[in-house]
């Protein structure tokens, strides 16, 4: 039996609460990530809503604190690929995929980074900027050591004299290395995907330059993004004068197959909205939305910031997108006043969903879980025991089970840990 070992399967804010919360019960927890650093999507974001506050100001301390936490062993750039046992004693199959990196000698001081000459699409920033081939997804990454890409690296060699500790690897000195881990209890929180919006073909996304999605937009409006917290449309670097929110992008659609609300676009683009008004005050924002789903505590009170300080908020959705003398040119009718309104942007943000990840259905086949009607981990009682899964000593938090804004991901890491937690001491 193994009973005070956990595993937690995701290093995002629900993942990293979980493992914090168990192992400071006494438990050792081995935190699984199959990124290179800890912090999940919360780490892209700029502020969060509704207070506003900067994102990795909150994540960050709690990224350190996990990596320093006596309890907690942390396996970055691994994967879960078997599970075996019951509760108390399960057996978990993990593989870690090379760093191409002396990790105990690195020291995260990025003077590879600057030698090297290879710059490629930066998935950290959405693609909107570009990062080397060794490199550090953001300053803050947690561990603070870098990876080779291998894929894109062309193996001039700069990385390895640079560096004074001569941690950078060759090829033929890291490999995959497999291991087994044994715990009583193992909480998942693997998070999500955002809905690939070339799905909306009407939107014209990846055709049309200025037709970004929100996580592309959160980079754009982030200090440490690719253009420094500065708005930029990407066909010409001019601040734009006109932006649209598309809401509802891959949520509540039922030719898509996405035929649920994904909880968090409305706020997000109010929030966005509201940080364009603060920086360009000039800037004239447009919010189309399908509802307004301000539901949580302060939400509707933001809203109404967001109207007084000069948002507009039209009740339709448009039909088509298309180019003309710069702009992107769009045309909806306000299903409250029946006006058809043509609108010319400078820039249109897409507000994509967010949906189950990848290997969502995968994992659960593993784990001997299941999957919902909608793709995400299924809870065994959504009234009395959410984090619960049908499989005893198996708990799930987060938006792998369902869409759900930081607050309400911070609250189920914590309730899930607890349930390990419970579990434990039971026996």
């Keep these: 039996m193994h009973m005070n070992n956990a595993v937690v399967i995701g290093g995002g804010i629900a993942g990293i609460i979980a493992a914090i919360d168990i192992a400071s019960h006494g438990i050792h927890v081995s935190l699984i990530e199959r990124e290179p650093t800890i912090g999940g999507h919360m780490a892209m974001l700029d502020k969060t809503f509704p207070t506003n506050d900067c994102s990795m100001c909150i994540l960050s301390p709690k990224m350190v604190e996990a990596q320093r936490h006596p309890n907690i062993t942390l396996y970055t750039l691994s994967e879960v690929t078997g599970v075996e046992g019951q509760a108390g004693d399960f057996t978990v ?33 959405a693609g909107v900027g570009v990062r080397k081939a060794i490199y550090k997804a953001h300053p803050q990454v947690v561990p603070n050591i870098v990876i080779r890409d291998k894929e894109h690296c062309i193996d001039c060699g700069l990385c390895y004299s640079i560096c004074g500790k001569n941690a950078v690897l060759h090829d033929n000195e890291d490999e995959e290395k497999e291991f087994l881990l044994n715990a009583g209890t193992i909480v998942i929180a693997t998070g999500y995907e955002i809905f690939d919006a070339r799905r909306k073909l009407p939107y014209k996304y990846l055709s049309i330059p200025d037709v970004i999605t929100s996580l592309e937009f959160e980079r754009l409006i982030n200090a440490s993004g690719p253009t420094s917290g500065k708005i930029k ?15 509802c992008v891959g949520s509540r659609d039922i030719p898509l197959g996405c035929t649920s609300c994904s909880a968090v676009c409305c ?40 109207e007084a300080l000069g948002v507009n908020f039209v009740r339709g959705l448009p039909g088509d997108l298309y180019s003309g003398d710069g702009k992107v040119i769009l045309q909806v009718e306000n299903s409250e006043t029946q006006e058809v309104k043509k609108i010319q942007a400078d820039l249109v943000v897409l507000s994509v969903g967010i949906r189950p990840t990848n290997d969502a259905s995968a994992l659960a086949e593993k784990l001997g879980i299941t999957c ?17 899964t049908l499989k005893p000593g198996i708990f799930i938090a987060g938006t792998c089970k369902e869409p759900m804004d930081i607050p309400d991901s911070v609250m189920e ?13 039971r026996g």
């Excluded at 683009?269 to 509201?274: E, L, S």
Aim: aromatic content about 12%; hydrophobic content about 35%; overall charge negative.
């Design 413 to 425: 890491g914590g309730a899930a840990a607890m349930q390990a937690v419970i579990a434990t001491f």
């Design 233 to 247: 449309r990407l066909s010409d670097g001019k601040t734009p004068k006109e932006i649209v929110f598309i809401q």
């Design 93 to 125: 199959h993990v593989i870690q995929h090379p760093r191409y990196i002396r990790e105990e000698d690195c020291t995260g001081c990025g003077d590879c980074v600057e030698v090297c000459p290879v710059e490629v699409y930066n998935r950290f920033d």
């Design 372 to 388: 919902d009607d909608t793709g995400f981990f299924e809870s065994a009682d959504v009234k009395c025991g959410p984090v619960k």
């Design 267 to 306: 706020m997000y683009a109010i929030k966005n909205a509201m940080l364009i008004k603060e920086k360009y005050p000039d800037c004239n924002v447009t919010i189309l939305y399908m509802d307004i789903r301000a539901y949580g505590k302060g939400y509707q009170e933001y809203y109404d910031r967001a």
